[in-house]
């Protein structure tokens, strides 16, 4: 494949956004999900992770980590059933996970939080309106670790797969434009920040657990 072919593909991939990622939908109050039914309005997950880049000498710097790597951070937002809802590439190693999530809910092409609907996060970010945080030294896995290992195992079989069976993409032709954007309607979440109310709720939450 040439250079200009594969930009080709690339370009044609990322066009696919409006119809692969996934649509939150919140928990609902009646959920009878035992891993989600405390969790009414949450519409996922995020979290940031780096990923290996090569750049250019003089860029070096701003791109790596606190551990000497040099990485692109990149937030990824998914729904309950582990699909991405959002993906953010191209923040330099050195940005915090919080600095990445702040620009993320503000940008023209951004991650869109409806009020009263939230995320699950990690201690890299705050507890806050729009997203919530789990207790200092409280991370339950959904999973063993027999199949979180079988989970990764699985989505480098399904990598194959895809390479297999989609070397042409029937779709391409309904393609119209770039961009995975929506136009904007309804109130959504505009800032990044901690909340005591936030907190009372989540004890309150955990109370009712």
């Known amino acids: ?40 309005g949450c519409l996922g997950a995020l979290d940031g992770t780096y990923i290996d880049v090569r750049v250019p000498a003089e860029d070096r710097a701003r791109y790596r980590t606190h551990k000497g790597s040099v990485f692109v951070n990149v937030l990824g937002v998914c729904d309950r059933e582990m699909r991405f809802i959002y993906v953010l590439a191209g923040y330099e190693g050195s940005a915090a996970d919080a600095r990445v999530l702040r620009d993320v809910i503000s940008r023209p092409n951004r991650l869109k939080i409806p009020q009263g609907n939230y995320y699950l996060v990690d201690s890299g970010y705050s507890n806050g309106e729009g997203f919530l945080l789990p207790y200092r030294g409280v991370s339950p896995a959904f999973y063993s670790i027999k199949v979180q ?4 195992m699985a989505c ?14 029937p779709i391409e032709q309904l393609l119209t434009g770039e961009g995975f954007g929506e136009e904007d309607s309804g109130e959504y979440l505009g800032i990044v920040d901690s909340n005591p109310i936030w907190n009372t709720w989540r004890d309150e939450m955990a109370k009712s657990m």
Request: charged share 15%; glycine share 2%.
């Open 156 to 169: 480098c079989l399904l990598h194959n797969y895809i390479q297999q069976e989609m070397a042409d993409d």
């Open 149 to 152: 290992n079988r989970i990764i």
């Open 1 to 40: 494949m040439s250079l200009q072919h594969f930009h080709h593909v690339l370009i044609v991939v990322l066009r696919l956004g409006s119809l692969l990622l996934a649509k939150p939908v919140p928990v609902s109050a009646d959920s009878s999900c035992a891993r989600w039914k405390w969790f009414e």
